[in-house]
């Protein structure tokens, strides 16, 4: 089955595409265990208040406005991503947040990152890394222009993992990894950090593994489903009367209470050496 995966190829879609996309992230944001994840690796990273962080891959900017929202952080932050859309969008949001004056945006590509060596004390990719044509000459843009001493944060799904209840176990299991392959380029990416972050002069100061899941009610999985089952019908590797039944059934089981979906989401602190 073709990955396509949206957000690495994400300057070739509509605008309606586009817009979709935005309101995802926003909402995935609000969302409570995302908000909760978030806070949990600021929290133990203790970002010095006049620190220098940089976002690579940052969307409509969520991550640094919720950086920018806490009380400890007075610094600077740079957001980078590859589509102007979201840069332009991000920077918008930020001046309706009024955090602006310490939030910039810029387009550019995470594989060639346009800051000098070691310029940033803390350099984040929050649900970047699956997405990526090339995981490792990312992460090695990030271990470059972070400054030694200074911290490297790599969040992300291990989409290997994801999983939502359907009577049919077979076609449950082939759909979970047709909506794995279709929507990320590196859907196991996060098992291989530890062993890679020492290549890169990173050392792994702390990991930890957090399950995002949903019975009963579904919020975040309702939209993952419905975003990305486009994506599985184009890449054609599932009959599309099959998927649709799936795609009915799992707002079925919204509506009666009885969803249930899951994805193990991994947190990696890392210094420069
Ligand atoms: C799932 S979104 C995450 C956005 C943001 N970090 C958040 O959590 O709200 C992935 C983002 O990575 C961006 N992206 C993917 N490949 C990129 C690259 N090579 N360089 C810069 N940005 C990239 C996409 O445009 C998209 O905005």
Known sequence: ??????????????????ERLVARLESRAQDEAFARLLDKY??????????RVLEVGCGTGAVLRSLARRGDFNGQAVG???????????????QAEHVDDRLTFKVGDAHHL?????????????????????????LSEMARVVRPGGSVVIF????ASLTYAFADHDFGNRMDAALANATFNNPRVMRDLPRLLP????????????????????????SFAETYVPYVKRAGGLPEHSVEIWLDAQRQAIANGTFFAACNYYTYLARRV
């Open 199 to 222: 290549e890169l002069g990173l050392r792994l100061v702390a990991g930890w593994g957090d399950a995002v899941v949903e019975i009963g009610r579904g919020s975040y999985f309702k």
């Open 156 to 159: 992300d799904g291990d989409y």
């Open 1 to 18: 089955m073709a990955a396509r995966d949206p957000h690495r190829f994400i300057n070739e879609l509509d605008d309606a595409a586009l």
């Open 114 to 138: 346009d800051f000098p060596t070691a310029s940033f004390d803390v350099v984040i990719a929050h649900t970047l890394i699956s997405h990526v044509t090339a995981p490792l000459a990312v």
């Open 42 to 51: 600021l929290t133990h990273l203790a970002i010095p208040p006049a620190a």
């Open 80 to 94: 980078v991503d590859q589509c102007r859309t979201f840069v332009e969008t991000a920077s918008r949001f930020a």
